[in-house]
């Protein structure tokens, strides 16, 4: 699969990656330089989730701001709902993190395995809100491998 820079995809894969690698926001440059008209829609979010891990809680609050005003009727939607929820678990706001990631859920990216094995999600692996979320998203990605 070949992915274009603009993807929004791309975009979000591209902020988790430079924060697994322990990099700053300064070095990831794709994420503030992208020109793609779709990409534009999903960059806010990527860089919340940078700024949360930053321990920029303002910054990050504007991001999250942002990504909501410009991702209405994005088509992926899912992909910023994702990156504020981490954003928010970054942020130790559950709650928040929580309302995301089923955000991320119903609008496109009920992917049980990326929950369950994200290390961005650790933090939540003792919520019991997680912890139902997680058995919620097991059975329907149970459901979906016997029926699809």
């Not at 309302?99 to 939540?124: F, S, T």
Request: proline share 4%; with cysteine; charged share 20%.
């Amino acid at each position: 699969m070949h992915i274009v820079d603009g993807d929004a995809a791309f975009v979000v894969t591209r902020a988790f990656g430079t924060h697994y690698r322990g990099c700053s926001l300064n070095e990831a440059p794709l994420v503030d330089r992208q020109s793609f008209s779709r990409a534009t829609r999903v960059r806010p979010a990527a860089r919340a989730m940078l700024r949360a891990k930053l321990g920029n809680r303002q910054g990050a609050d504007a991001d999250i701001a942002e990504a909501i005003r410009v991702g209405k009727n994005f088509i992926h939607f899912h992909h910023t709902a994702y990156a504020v929820g981490s954003a928010y678990v970054l942020m130790n706001d559950h709650q928040q993190a929580l309302k995301w990631l089923q955000r991320a859920v119903e609008d496109g990216l009920p992917c049980y395995p990326m929950y369950e094995n994200d290390p961005i999600l650790n933090n939540l692996q003792k919520d019991p809100h997680f912890i139902e979320f997680l058995a919620q998203q097991k059975r329907q990605w149970e459901q979906y491998r016997a029926t699809l």
